[in-house]
């Protein structure tokens, strides 16, 4: 859940809901190349938090777009 906590500080003043893991997970302390990170994006993916972007191009560039569950999460715990 730490990586999802770190997208308010990405998702803070944009009008998109569009993430880079990649980046949140360095802001969050956490190694993108390391397993932890393959886990908690697959944790976050596996239970709605964050999406494939619905342009494939998107998705392989390493974009995610967070869920309406995903927000709701973030805003219950600031």
Do not use: C, W
Not at 39 to 48: N, P, V
Request: proline share 6%; hydrophobic share 35%.
């Amino acid at each position: 859940m730490r990586l999802l906590q770190a997208t308010r500080e990405q998702l803070h003043g944009k009008p998109t809901r569009e993430v880079e893991p990649f980046e949140i997970a360095e802001k969050a302390g956490i190694n993108p190349y390391s397993r932890e990170f393959d886990t908690a994006l697959r944790y976050l993916l596996d239970h709605g938090y964050i999406e494939h972007y619905p342009n494939e191009a998107v998705t392989a560039l390493g974009m995610y777009r967070v869920t309406n569950k995903g927000l709701e999460e973030i805003i219950s715990n600031p």
